[in-house]
Structures are given as structure tokens and as C-alpha cells.
Nanobody
């Protein structure tokens, strides 16, 4: 399973970015997919998860109301729209999928088996 993130970059405080995660054809569009981030010296943090079955979305408290997770099945791509960005959002962002239709703990990294290489987001 191949996951490829894109869309990272540098932005000023209050700005927006939209990350994309392109997946290989083997990734079933109904599987849960999540976005994580990791800043230097910090643990990997679950940011948002979308499980298409049941259309359930989960967000960390730190991004709730500012970030939106979505997917385009036709393009086999999932997105993370990030608005009102803050310096504390600066991190490497990763997409991941657990290869399952649901998740026990949707924002826990241990749930996820397949990971992308990450894309850097810097907010100043």
C-alpha cells in the first residue's frame, strides 16, 4: 500500500493549506484514513480521522473547528483542509490507513499499519 502526501509548505499565521494523500489502488476507499503530525522532540499526534463507513470524522481538540478531513473516491485521494493556522501547527504531517472499516481508537498511531513519507508544514 503506497500513500503519498503533498501540499505542505510555509504559511503565515492565520493562513490556510490543503494537504492531499494519494493512495494506491489497493487501498479500499472504505477504510479509515487518518492524518498525524509530529513536531521535533514531540510524540506523533493524531490530528483527524475519517472512517467512510458510518461517515465518522474524528478530530483532536487542538484542531477541531479549524481542520477538515475529506476524500475524493474518484481520485483515490484524501485531504486535510487546514484553516486559521497557528505556529503550534508546525510539524511534519503524515497520512495513514489502518486497512479496516472502523477504528478502536481513531487518533492513536498504533492503530495504523500503512504510512506515507510525510509533508512539512511550517507556520510563522
Amino acid at each position: 500500500v503506497q500513500l503519498v502526501e503533498s501540499g505542505g509548505g510555509s504559511v503565515q499565521t492565520g493562513g490556510s493549506l490543503k494537504l492531499a494523500c494519494s493512495t494506491s489502488e489497493r487501498v479500499y476507499v472504505r477504510h479509515c484514513m487518518a492524518w498525524f503530525r509530529q513536531a521535533p522532540g514531540k510524540e506523533r499526534e493524531g490530528v483527524a480521522t475519517f472512517c467512510p463507513v458510518g461517515k465518522n470524522s474524528y478530530y483532536s481538540d487542538s484542531v477541531k473547528g479549524r481542520f477538515t478531513i475529506s476524500q475524493d473516491n474518484a481520485k483515490n485521494t484524501r485531504y486535510l483542509q487546514m484553516d486559521t493556522l497557528k505556529p503550534e501547527d508546525t510539524a511534519m504531517y503524515y497520512c495513514a490507513t489502518n486497512g479496516a472499516l472502523w477504528a478502536v481508537d481513531p487518533l492513536r498511531p498504533d492503530e495504523y499499519k500503512y504510512w506515507g513519507q510525510g509533508t512539512q508544514v511550517t507556520v510563522s
